[in-house]
């Protein structure tokens, strides 16, 4: 399975690289988190994995299109890194995923599995929040204060954007549907939740700890350690070092955790 799993990853990889979607190291780090899940995960995390994948950057591909007609759109002005991912962004959706993987192979437990599912569901909440949530325009809150805050802001949340969240999770949910056992259904509910806690966990992380900038030159609130407009900026609020990459991979992390705990809990194994 491991052979498969690497030739799958490498040609699914391969494509995105060659579109840009993924740099160098993003394409080298795909491979090896695919290489993992497939191979140690089997089938039906494979395909969750490709499912969040490919919806993921679907949806990245088509909100920069319709956006393109705004010469520059506020997120811009934030995020630090753009669409095309690299090492450190594929580990901090994957990775977590991969270890559960990992974990299932060395102890056969079922709620590893399960966790390595609710983490990619994670992945997938996060993923369809943000790039819905900008699509649909409008001003975001603050998760925690329910301010106004900029398109793109860490932390922020919108009603259309909480729709994402959840349709992510449910997709990555059901495609699991596929492979019935005892269970299934539930599996499928301990999923969908898990995964709607990652990403929750996110935007209150985004909101709390991670690190936020701001610009000396048009005082704008960044992620950038160069902003667009080209001034310096500075540290304005959270912890040093902790930026939406760092969040992500807690956040997915913790959402396999959720779905691994829920499900020992509610069946045992």
Known sequence: MLLIGFLISFVVAYGAYRRAALNL??????????????????????????GFFLT??????????????DPEPSEESI???G???????????????????LLFALTGAQWAYVGALGALAAAAADTWATEIGMMAGGTPRDVLTLKEVPAGTSGAVSVVGLWGMAGGAAFVALLTLWEPGVGTLLRTLVITLAGCAGGMIDSILGATVQERRSCLSCHASTEQHRHSCGGETV??????????DTVNGLATALGGAAAALLWAVLVGR
Not at 26 to 35: F, I, L, N, Y
Not at 43 to 48: H, N, P, T, Y
């Open 25 to 50: 190291t993003g394409a080298m780090a795909a491979v090896a988190v695919g290489t993992v899940i497939f191979g140690l995960g089997g089938s039906m995390a494979g395909m969750a994995l490709l």
């Open 56 to 69: 993921g950057t679907a949806l990245s591909r088509y909100r920069k299109g319709i956006r393109a007609e």
């Open 79 to 81: 995020i630090e890194k």
């Open 83 to 101: 669409d095309c991912r690299d090492a450190v962004q594929v580990l901090a959706n994957g990775g977590p995923a991969a270890g559960f993987c």
């Open 235 to 244: 540290q304005s609020s959270g912890v040093a070092g902790i930026d939406n």
